[in-house]
C-alpha cells in the first residue's frame, strides 16, 4: 500500500469519527501533563511511578486506534479504565524490545555515564573560587578532553544502527495485541521483525512524512501559547494546552495511518508457528 493511500485512507476515516478521537488526545495531554506535574513532587517514586505508567499508556493508545481504525468500540476512556488490566501486557512488550536492543542500551548508559563525569568535572572549574582547584579542574578536563571526543563519536554511531534495528520492532504491541496478549514480549518482538522486512524503508518514509505537520503543529502552538500567557500570566499550562489542541489534529492521523500500513503488512490474521530462541525466523501468516 503506498504512502499515499494510507494518509488518505486515514483522513477518509476521521472525517466521520473526529471527534471522539480528540476527546482520546485531550485525556491523554491532560494525564500526560498533571501526571508529571504531580508524580514529580514526590522524591525518586514519583518519576517511577510516571514512567511505568506512561508505558502502559502508549499501549493504550495503540489498542484505542486499531479499535478506531477497525470500527470497534474504542471508549477514550478506556485509555484510563484499562491501565491495571494492561500493565503486565504492555511491559511484556518492552521487555520483548529490550531483549533485542539491550546492546545497544548498555552502550548508552555507558556513553552518558562517562559524559556526565565530564560535565561534573567542568563545573569544577565554573564553580571553584580557589586557584589551585581551577588549575586542577583545567588538567582534568585537558586529560578529559581526549575522552570526550570519542565519546561523542561512539553515541552518534550506536544512533543510527539502533534507529535502524529499532525500527524492526516498531509493532510490537499491535501484534501483541492481535494476538490477544497471550505472546510472550519476545515472541511478539520477533514477529514484529519479520513484518518488518525489507519494510523498514516504507516505514521510515511514511513517519517522516509527518514532520513538515508536527513542525507547523508546534509552531502555531508556540505562538498561541505565548500570546495566551502574555494575557493570562501562566506560560507553562497555556503553552501545554495550545500545543493539546493543534496534537487533536495530529495524532489521530499519525496513529491511524501507523495502523493502516501495519494492517497492509499483516493481512487478517497474526500466527507465530515457530520461536526460536537463538534467533531463528518466526513464520506469520
Given at each position: ?11 477518509g ?12 488526545v485531550?485525556i ?11 508524580l ?8 517511577i511511578?510516571?514512567?511505568?505508567v506512561?508505558v502502559v499508556?502508549?499501549?493504550n ?10 470500527g ?10 484499562t ?7 504492555a ?6 524490545i529490550f531483549?533485542?536492543?539491550?546492546p545497544y542500551?548498555?552502550?548508552?548508559i555507558i ?8 560535565q561534573?568535572?567542568a ?8 586557584g589551585l ?8 578536563g ?7 571526543v570519542p ?9 543510527i544502527p539502533?534507529?535502524m534495528k529499532?525500527l ?7 501484534i501483541m495485541?492481535?494476538s490477544?496478549n497471550?505472546?510472550?514480549g519476545?515472541?511478539?518482538a520477533e514477529?514484529?521483525?519479520v ?12 513517519a ?5 505537520w508536527?513542525?507547523?503543529a508546534?509552531?502555531v502552538?508556540g505562538?498561541l501559547g505565548?500570546i495566551?500567557?502574555?494575557i ?9 494546552i495550545?500545543?493539546i489542541?493543534t496534537?487533536?489534529?495530529l ?5 491511524l495511518?501507523m495502523?493502516i ?7 487478517n490474521t ?8 537463538n534467533?531463528?525466523?518466526v513464520?506469520m501468516?
Amino acid at each position: 500500500m503506498e504512502r499515499a493511500q494510507i494518509k488518505e485512507e486515514a483522513k477518509g476515516i476521521l472525517k466521520s469519527k473526529w471527534k471522539n478521537s480528540a476527546i482520546f488526545v485531550l485525556i491523554y495531554g491532560a494525564i500526560i501533563y498533571l501526571g508529571s506535574w504531580l508524580l514529580n513532587l514526590i522524591p525518586i517514586v514519583g518519576p517511577i511511578v510516571y514512567l511505568v505508567v506512561s508505558v502502559v499508556l502508549a499501549y493504550n493508545m495503540i489498542v484505542y486506534f486499531i479499535k478506531f481504525k477497525r470500527g470497534e468500540e474504542a471508549n477514550p476512556l478506556d485509555l484510563v479504565t484499562t491501565i491495571p488490566a494492561n500493565l503486565k501486557v504492555a511491559w511484556k512488550c518492552v521487555w520483548g524490545i529490550f531483549v533485542k536492543m539491550w546492546p545497544y542500551f548498555v552502550a548508552y548508559i555507558i556513553s552518558y555515564a562517562i559524559l556526565t563525569f565530564i560535565q561534573l568535572t567542568a563545573n569544577d572549574v565554573i564553580n571553584s573560587r580557589d586557584g589551585l582547584s581551577v588549575l586542577f579542574a583545567l588538567a582534568g578536563g585537558t586529560v578529559l578532553l581526549p575522552i570526550l571526543v570519542p565519546v561523542l563519536i561512539i553515541i552518534i554511531i550506536i544512533t543510527i544502527p539502533a534507529i535502524m534495528k529499532g525500527l524492526y520492532y516498531t509493532f510490537t504491541q499491535y501484534i501483541m495485541y492481535d494476538s490477544g496478549n497471550t505472546m510472550t514480549g519476545k515472541e511478539a518482538a520477533e514477529a514484529s521483525k519479520v513484518m518488518m522486512t525489507n519494510k523498514r524503508g516504507k516505514y521510515f518514509i511514511l513517519a517522516l512524512s509527518f514532520i513538515g505537520w508536527a513542525i507547523v503543529a508546534g509552531f502555531v502552538g508556540g505562538i498561541l501559547g505565548n500570546i495566551a500567557s502574555a494575557i493570562i500570566k501562566w506560560q507553562p499550562l497555556i503553552s501545554y494546552i495550545t500545543y493539546i489542541g493543534t496534537a487533536i489534529l495530529l495524532v489521530p492521523y499519525m496513529q491511524l495511518s501507523m495502523v493502516i500500513f501495519y494492517e497492509s503488512l499483516k493481512g487478517n490474521t497474526v500466527e507465530v508457528k515457530q520461536v526460536d530462541n537463538n534467533e531463528g525466523p518466526v513464520q506469520m501468516q
